[in-house]
T-cell receptor, first 113, second 115 residues
Framework: AQSVTQLDSQVPVFEEAPVELRCNYS??????LFWYVQYPNQGLQLLLK??????LVESINGFEAEFNKSQTSFHLRKPSVHISDTAEYFC???????????FGTGTRLTIIP | SQTIHQWPATLVQPVGSPLSLECTVE??????LYWYRQAAGRGLQLLFY??????ISSEVPQNLSASRPQDRQFILSSKKLLLSDSGFYLC??????????????FGPGTRLTVT
């Protein structure tokens, strides 16, 4: 079985400051990794994913995440946040060949003007 | 392109009343379908998933049930709602052929309040 840990339930950050949202996972098999974003009262949208290849993956809106196999982590970072980044962020994993995603409990990112 | 719809968007129901939430996917065929519940501060809980018509897997024992009467239609039901059924219900789908895509695509959700 897999598990995902997002230790920070809430992260307040000043506008234009950098941010890192932490994600650690546990799995006995290889996994694919995802970050989803949820704006208030909306469904989840895929932010970025790691399937294979380069361990650093980027999104179109400036977020990036790095897969670290030895530390079983997939932390999400952005060098300068904006008010529009206020949302809840979920890390998720799925084993190769499995139909199900396992989600973390989410991190609520609040941007302070 | 593919789209996923959920209705209703919001619902207020009394305890003990029945429930029916509907999810439909357009623009693809034979998807895998999923129902999640999101309670405040508790992340996403997978309730049911389906790999085909009439094929339902239940993840959590509860008073909810799911059905898939058509290829791209997924229904979440209850005969008698409990207060603890309140939450945000999300439907999602994936391609059956994982070589096409590995992520799940989510609908807009239904906010259910049981009073």
């Amino acid at each position: 079985a897999q598990s995902v840990t997002q230790l920070d339930s809430q992260v307040p950050v000043f506008e234009e400051a950098p941010v890192e949202l932490r994600c650690n996972y546990s799995s006995s098999v290889s996994v694919y990794l995802f970050w989803y974003v949820q704006y208030p009262n909306q469904g989840l949208q895929l932010l970025l994913k790691y399937l294979s290849g380069s361990t650093l993956v980027e999104s179109i809106n400036g977020f990036e995440a790095e897969f670290n196999k030895s530390q079983t982590s997939f932390h999400l970072r952005k060098p300068s946040v904006h008010i529009s980044d206020t949302a809840e962020y979920f890390c998720a994993v799925t084993p190769f060949g499995n139909e199900k995603l396992t989600f973390g409990t989410g991190t609520r990112l609040t941007i302070i003007p | 392109s593919q789209t996923i719809h959920q209705w209703p968007a919001t619902l207020v129901q009394p305890v003990g009343s029945p429930l029916s939430l509907e999810c439909t996917v357009e623009g693809t065929s034979n998807p895998n379908l999923y129902w999640y519940r999101q309670a405040a501060g508790r992340g996403l809980q997978l309730l049911f998933y389906s790999v085909g018509i009439g094929q339902i897997s239940s993840e959590v024992p509860q008073n909810l049930s799911a059905s898939r009467p058509q290829d791209r239609q997924f229904i979440l039901s209850s005969k008698k709602l409990l207060l603890s059924d309140s939450g945000f219900y999300l439907c999602a789908w994936t391609f059956k052929d994982r070589g096409l895509s590995y992520e799940q695509y989510f609908g807009p959700g239904t906010r259910l309040t049981v009073t």
